[in-house]
């Protein structure tokens, strides 16, 4: 080795260029790859503007005044950034960009130790990755620090990553098991389902939301990269929204899905921060495990419309289905604006809003079913053509609760035989809990849970 090179090579190390560990052999060239490619985040971590720990009626995300189904209004830019540190992760009542991606993991990690080490690394990628900075320069005879497709500065684009955990994680780690949250569970299969394995479940979610999709697609590549021996992934999927310019009042409608309808009217108001608390957040109300309060449940799916269908059936039909004028979003009984609220008590037997209508069967609007909210986050999915010609398109669904059975669950249960099922065929998808935020520098994502883990184990006889 010259001179020249070994000084290189010296500086690579200085970045957090380790030495191939056991773990990373053990993974042949994915885990060499990773050991070469600042796999500890410190390279990046050095560059990256350090986010301040913000106090969370002080987030960005909740003092916009924008709601977190509104359609993107196109007026951010690359430079735009989320806070990183907070009480709860970003990503959740940030207010939806244009592009998402939900990624699942297969998680490799045999004890408390190997499990903060991944936890550890994450938060290092996520807070670097969220906040961006310069790329480093590395010896041209080792793997680049990073992919390079946002070039050498990396702006952080409004990027979020939420990171959850599924019941698979806790199921079959026994160190973990006495910890799981109490309800989350293995997503079963409702009788409309037809759920792909390859494109269900999961030990970890991730859920990337920017302006732009290519900064989600290297954040994900820059964390398949750099957490080799942890992380094997599972499955993905890609999303956006339409962006639209705000009125010239400065409101901003919901976006629509591919069905053509608002999705997302009658969202609770995510800039109300005790309702947000009430309906989103866990924390001492909910019977679940005390490291888990600041996190929520995630309910993913994926759900294919079929849209060739759809295009032909009679509009009056089709609103009658959702229970929304297609136009403007308006409610059936009367109205021009989708902010107006549906009564229902003065249409009893569903002359105008039908009884098995999807916006009523979601959401009945009674006193009982107030507990029942969850806050919906979706994006609309292409993926292509089927093997029989047909458009493979639909609704990449993502739905944020603090009960997971009293939200989404039950909601389901209910338009279970609902019309619209008939045009609509959910494929995949899964439960996830996601974790607590990170308070501030130093700190990581999961330690709560990690330190309940491990005071378990160390009282365990040996």
């Known amino acids: 080795m010259t001179k020249d090179s070994k000084k290189k090579a010296g500086a690579a190390q200085d970045y957090g260029c380790p030495y191939a560990s056991r773990r990373d052999l053990l993974f042949g060239l994915a885990g060499a790859g990773g050991a070469f490619a600042l796999r500890s985040g ?27 189904a509104d359609a993107p209004s196109g007026s951010g830019n690359t430079r735009d950034r989320v806070p990183f540190y907070g009480e709860h992760q970003a990503g959740v009542i940030t207010p939806r960009p244009a592009t998402g991606i939900v990624a699942s993991f297969d998680v490799v990690a045999r004890d408390p130790e190997d499990l903060e080490q991944m936890f550890r690394k994450l938060t290092d990628r996520i807070a670097f990755l969220t906040q961006g900075g310069k790329v480093p320069q590395l010896d041209p005879k080792l793997p ?24 698979s994680l ?28 390859d494109r ?39 999303g956006d929204v339409p962006v639209i310019p705000p ?36 924390d001492e109300k909910d019977d679940e495990p005390e490291w888990a309060y600041g996190g929520t449940y995630q309910a993913v799916r994926i759900i294919r419309n079929f849209v060739e269908r759809w295009d032909r059936t009679p509009l009056r039909e089709q609103e009658r289905i959702i229970g929304r004028k297609k136009n403007n ?12 609220v549906p009564d229902y008590a003065a249409d009893p037997d569903g002359k105008l809003t039908p009884l098995d209508a999807h916006i009523r069967l979601a959401n009945p ?10 806050l919906r986050r979706p994006f609309n999915y292409s993926n292509g053509v089927t093997k029989s010609g047909q458009l ?71």
């Open 42 to 68: 410190g390279a990046f971590a050095k560059d990256a503007p350090v986010s301040e720990p913000q106090k969370k009626t002080e987030r960005a995300d909740e003092t916009s005044g924008r709601q977190v």
């Open 144 to 167: 680049p620090a990073d992919s390079g497709v946002l070039g050498p500065v990396i702006e952080p684009d409004n990027l979020t990553i939420t990171v959850g955990l599924g019941n």
């Open 170 to 197: 806790f199921e079959n780690r026994p160190w973990l098991k006495p910890h799981k949250p109490k309800q989350l569970v293995r997503m079963p299969e409702f009788p409309n389902d037809a759920l792909d394995a």
């Open 200 to 238: 269900s479940h999961g030990d970890l979610s991730l859920q990337f939301s920017a302006n732009l999709l290519d900064t989600n697609i290297h954040a994900l590549r820059d964390i398949v990269k750099n957490l080799p021996e942890f992380l094997v992934m599972r499955w993905m999927q890609e």
């Open 247 to 282: 009125k010239p009042d400065g409101k901003t409608e919901s976006a629509r899905n591919f069905l053509g309808f608002h999705d997302g009217s009658a969202n609770p108001d995510s800039n109300d921060a005790e309702l947000m608390e009430e309906v989103i957040w866990v």
């Open 329 to 340: 979003g308006a409610p059936l009984d009367g109205g021009d604006r989708e902010s107006e």
């Open 365 to 374: 609007r009674t006193e009982k079913t107030r507990e029942n909210l969850m």
């Open 392 to 462: 493979d398109q639909g609704l990449l669904f993502i739905a944020y609760q603090a009960d997971l059975d009293k939200g989404f669950v039950t909601v389901q249960r209910r338009l279970d035989g609902e019309p619209l099922e008939e045009y609509i065929k959910p494929v995949g998808g899964g439960f996830f809990y996601v974790l607590p935020g990170v308070p501030e520098p130093g700190d990581y994502l999961g330690r709560s849970l990690i330190e309940a883990a491990s005071k378990t184990s160390d009282d365990k006889p040996t």
